[in-house]
């Protein structure tokens, strides 16, 4: 379905007829208007020209009526700035006790590059997660409004008084000089923008910022600021650590320890290692020599928020084959169109005749969300495991995707869920639970197979998504490919 954002016209907004759209800009001088695919593009075409508050002339029924409230604690922690070259960071979400959205990161994890950590970049972190977490529950239809707290002054300062004058002096201060952290706090402010646009078009309020008293005794920042610190610790740990990619050697893969990687090296004509402190450096140098499946003998099993990215249980398993398998969900229009369009993404490699992009109308007549994307990709590389361990195959596979929510499913709520048969906390069915359920049973399959075999269970690894890793990026833009395939079959 086009959309047509209208910038300057006699109605500036958004328009899924081009009649309707003709109205506002014919005639009119100095008109500007632009076609879209997503309305997504759309809504950001009016940002980017300084439009943040425009109708929506949609199919979408817009009013709703708010049923709750949301209260989210966000923090970030940094130890040694001004005393370590590389300080230790992290931020803490929280949502409230027990809540399985509690998040404990290590700024390592969300930092691209070599970016010094500050305390205002963790708190900025912090607040990014969050905004995006609230950005993604509307596209899922959560019918919530999410109130955040914080006891960062100048977080609040950014998004309620000094971001729009920022933007008119084009990122610059009264200097003249480029505002600080404005990758971040621009990051922030257009996720903020379409928050309360949506919002607005639901007749709520935008989004409110509540200031906390640090270190006060409030029992949410208190909490936030214990999971801040966690992630801190987090990042501590892993600047001790040091990685080995062999790319040719008698076993290729990434190694943590110096001792083993020579044992890889040592005597094998023409070989091919080289030295990192990030693992996904490691990882990229294998894929950047052509090495999509490799094994990983790293040890990451304390990781504080509870993201293995690796399982050294089992360190008898030889090195024989991986498959590592990239997956995704994409959805357009959830929350704004009666019917989203959506798929789903699976690469194995370059070329690899495994490779699927298909949308979500060819897998499922239930309404799509995100969510039931992202899992959808993870029940078609199930089967598609499972289908291979059946033919013999003796090639483990792990399973790489950006969705923590999809993770967390397997590795930390299905068990209570099946054990209270699949009621949530508050007693209402789990969302989702068909998918659910039928990927938790292939996956019991799976790994009384390779139990039997003497492999560890099946692992499942978090990608950050967009963040340049080439896996990841591939899936992606199959499961935008699978999502134009529904979106051309509604015509």
């Not at 979408?60 to 409230?69: F, H, I």
């Not at 809540?99 to 010094?116: F, M, P, Q, T, Y």
């Not at 992630?231 to 740990?237: F, P, S, V």
């Not at 991986?322 to 789903?344: K, T």
Request: with cysteine; glycine share 8%; aromatic share 14%.
């Amino acid at each position: 379905m086009p959309y047509y954002a209208v910038v300057n016209g006699r109605c500036p907004g958004i328009y899924d007829d081009w009649d309707d759209c003709q109205d506002q800009v014919n005639g009119y001088s100095g008109q500007n208007y632009r076609r879209f695919t997503y309305i997504r593009d759309a809504r950001q075409y009016l940002f980017d020209h300084g439009v943040y508050r425009f109708p929506e002339h949609t199919d979408w029924d817009q009013e709703q009526d708010c049923s709750s409230y949301e209260n989210v604690y966000i923090d970030g922690a940094c130890r040694g700035n001004g005393v370590y070259a590389m300080p230790a960071a992290g931020i803490g979400i929280f949502y409230g006790d027990n809540d399985s959205r509690n998040r404990a990161i290590g700024l390592h994890a969300l930092e691209k590059g070599s970016v010094k950590p500050t305390n205002q970049r963790a708190e900025l972190h912090a607040l990014v997660y969050v905004l995006k977490e609230t950005l993604d529950d509307i596209y899922d239809d959560v019918n919530c409004e999410t109130k955040i707290y914080s006891d960062s002054r100048y977080v609040i300062d950014c998004m309620k008084r000094w971001v729009q004058r920022w933007r008119s002096n084009g990122w610059t201060n009264a200097r003249g000089d480029t505002v600080a952290n404005k990758d971040l706090i621009s990051k922030a402010a257009d996720t903020l923008d379409q928050i309360n646009h949506i919002y607005n078009l639901r007749g709520w309020s935008d989004l409110r910022f509540f200031y906390v008293p640090g270190h006060s005794g409030h029992y949410g920042n208190e909490e936030a600021d214990r999971l801040a610190n966690a992630g801190a610790t987090e990042m501590q740990r892993h600047l001790k650590m040091t990685y080995y990619a062999v790319v040719n050697g008698h076993c290729p893969g990434i190694y943590d320890d110096w001792g083993d990687c020579q044992e890889q090296v040592n005597g094998y004509s023409r070989h091919n290692y080289r030295r990192f402190d990030d693992v996904e450096d490691a990882r990229q140098y294998l894929y950047d020599h052509g090495n999509y499946s490799f094994p990983e003998y790293i040890d990451d099993s304390d990781s504080e928020d509870g993201m293995s990215y690796e399982d050294d249980s089992d360190s008898e398993v030889e090195c024989l084959c991986y498959d590592n398998v990239y997956i995704d969900g994409a959805c357009r229009g959830n929350g704004v169109l009666s019917w989203p369009a959506a798929g789903i993404g699976i690469f194995y490699g370059d070329n690899d005749s495994r490779n699927g992009a298909i949308g979500l109308n060819a897998l499922d007549d239930v309404k799509p969300t995100n969510q039931r994307a992202e899992l959808h990709a993870l029940l078609y590389a199930l089967r598609e495991t499972l289908d291979n361990i059946h033919i013999d195959n003796t090639c483990e596979t792990k399973i790489y995707t950006d969705s923590r929510y999809v993770i967390d499913c397997m590795n930390k709520w299905v068990d209570r869920w099946r054990s209270n048969g699949w009621v949530n906390a508050r007693g209402m069915p789990v969302v989702n639970g068909d998918l659910i359920s039928k990927a938790a049973e292939i996956l019991d399959e799976i790994n009384y197979i390779y139990d039997r075999r003497g492999w560890p269970d099946l692992r499942f690894f978090y990608v950050p998504g967009h963040s340049g890793h080439y896996g990841n990026e591939e899936a992606d833009r199959l499961a935008n490919e699978g999502a134009d395939q529904m979106e051309m079959s509604y015509f």
